[in-house]
């Protein structure tokens, strides 16, 4: 079994940053992929981006590069997710997903593995 916890949400001001972590635990993961996606109250789940181990893959949402950043500390177990210049509309539950495929994908149904979110709010 795979476990996957979110950390690094929070409230932040608009234009401001934050860096989410994805820890994985339980069985050990010698090669995955992680994804990002991000739900809005009343709107449907969105990618946001993804990584991979080994190689270092990322893949993001075009509406969101040059904002963000993955990376991916395996030492740690854990994939961050560095995001800038927050707006008020990136406000979301954010979570990430794990596969074993690792094979970066946007597509959600790719990963059969989740966390149980982190709440990312931004002020205007």
Known sequence: QVQLIES?????????????SCTHSGRT?????MGWFRQAPGKEREFVGAGSWPG????????????IAISTDNAKNTMNLQMNSLKPE???????????QSKVSGEYWRYP???QGTQVTVSS
């Open 8 to 20: 690094g949400g929070g409230l932040v001001q608009a234009g401001g940053s934050l860096r989410l």
């Open 29 to 33: 993961l010698s090669s995955y992929a």
């Open 56 to 67: 270092g893959a990322t893949y993001y949402a075009e509406s969101l590069k040059g904002r």
């Open 90 to 100: 990136d406000t979301a539950v954010y979570y990430c997903a794990a596969n074993e």
């Open 113 to 115: 593995y989740w966390g």
